[in-house]
């Protein structure tokens, strides 16, 4: 295919694909409930009838999750836009043509990472120094992708290394998650919603599939010898991730009483 069709192809992909984001993200914030769950503290306090230290856990925000599943949507249709428009694309094909795209990676370091903290929250996990966290870890993950596109672009044979390092920071947040989520079945006391079921292994698998993509690049097995394929499957694959997260928040928990 010419390389200039190509590339306009692309461009008309990215806006139908911001249009499907901002879409989703209009209908979530018009149509959810006012659901909302906690965010803590637990601060060491001194019992004076006791004489010991025990945790005293406040309440600090309560967080609104149609207007945070709206806005990690929104950030996608937002870059989207960005990338198709006339001052960003002539950038956004450049970088492509050397096997890098920057705008892709710092969107999902926001993106991904507000879609931790909602899945950590549904599972119980709603201390704002743990979420603080996983959104740190799972942004380092991301930009880690960033550093292993723009390192490798010098190296005579791929180096993994920030591969790794962005492996084991992204799984970081999922174990984390696992603790609470495993830890309300079993004390017997604990209840997690019946949809989380289905949230956590769909969009672990999902989170997963962006590490195989790079892989397929880098190996360049098949279709993934151009890297604009892979480009490709990181859009639909983000559509797919953050359009299944979203509704089945929406219908497990924001739908209109």
Wanted: proline fraction near 4%; glycine fraction near 6%; charged fraction near 10%.
């Amino acid at each position: 295919m010419d390389g200039e069709k190509q590339f306009n192809k692309l461009r008309a992909f990215n806006l139908i694909m911001g249009c499907l984001h901002l879409a989703q993200a209009v209908i979530i914030f018009i149509l959810s409930n006012s659901f909302t769950l906690p965010v803590t503290t637990s601060f060491l306090n001194y019992n004076t009838a006791t004489g010991a230290l025990k945790p005293l856990t406040e309440t600090i925000y309560n967080l609104p999750f149609g207007i945070f599943v709206a806005i990690f949507l929104l950030l996608s249709s937002i870059a989207h836009f960005l990338i198709a428009s006339p001052m960003i694309f002539p950038w956004y094909v450049r970088n492509l043509k050397k096997g890098i795209n920057y705008a892709r990676w710092f969107e999902y370091s926001f993106s991904a990472s507000v879609m931790i903290v909602l899945i950590g929250m549904l599972c119980g996990m709603y201390d704002i120094a743990s979420l603080l966290m996983a959104f740190a870890l799972t942004a380092v993950m991301n930009l880690c992708g960033l550093v292993m596109e723009v390192h490798n672009q010098t190296t005579p044979k791929t180096d993994w290394t920030s591969y790794t390092v962005g492996s084991i920071a992204g799984f970081v947040p999922w174990l984390a998650i696992g603790i609470y989520f495993f830890g309300s079945l079993s004390n017997g006391q604990g209840k997690v919603p019946t949809f989380v079921y289905f949230i956590l292994p769909t969009l672990f698998i999902f989170f997963f599939s962006f590490a195989i993509n790079m892989v397929l690049q880098y190996k360049k097995v098949g279709k993934w010898k151009d890297y604009l394929y892979g480009e490709r499957a990181y859009i639909i694959l983000s559509l797919v991730a953050k359009s299944a997260l979203a509704w089945q928040v929406f219908a497990g928990t924001l739908r209109p009483n």
